[in-house]
């Protein structure tokens, strides 16, 4: 009797299953890397918009046309576009009003993040709002923190 080589259906019946559970295991891991990153964006922007607020104030403009989009001279449009180099086409960054700030971030998996950022008094930057963040949530010294 001959020995014949290679393997059996059950074989690969089981490699397919120990796959399945793998990925099964992997992919929620995966799919929050994504809501990190965009989670750290969203403070990245904060943080710029913030440390331009400061540059242009040390410059000497007026805080009161800093906030306002549309104030004459040096406003907020003109401190988000000192921001906006840094980031890719998937995030936009555009003055929602007076002084407030909205970024919009197109993710890999294809949600849409959305964050506002609210300009307070004493020069800080403040997150106020999210939406499509499952572990996320904005806490009372406007940041974000993991749920």
């Known amino acids: ?3 014949e080589k290679g393997v059996t259906l059950l074989e690969v019946a089981l490699v397919l299953v120990i796959l399945g559970i793998l990925a099964g295991l992997a992919a929620p ?7 990190d990153a965009d989670a750290e964006t969203v403070r990245s922007i904060a943080s710029d918009i913030e440390m331009s607020l400061t540059a242009a104030l040390n410059r000497g403009l007026p805080y009161a046309s800093l906030r ?3 104030a004459a001279g040096t406003n907020l449009n003109d401190v988000i576009s ?3 180099g840094a980031f890719g086409s998937e995030v936009a960054v555009a003055a929602t009003g007076l002084n407030t700030v909205g970024v919009t971030i197109q993710s890999q998996g294809g949600n849409q993040r959305t964050a506002t950022l609210t300009l307070q008094n004493n020069g800080t930057v403040h997150i106020t ?6 572990r996320y949530q904005v806490n009372g010294s406007g940041d974000l923190e993991r749920m």
């Open 82 to 84: 000192l921001t906006q």
């Open 29 to 35: 891991r995966f799919f929050a890397l994504n809501e």
């Open 129 to 134: 709002a999210i939406t499509n963040f499952t």
């Open 68 to 70: 306002d989009p549309g």
């Open 1 to 3: 009797m001959r020995k």
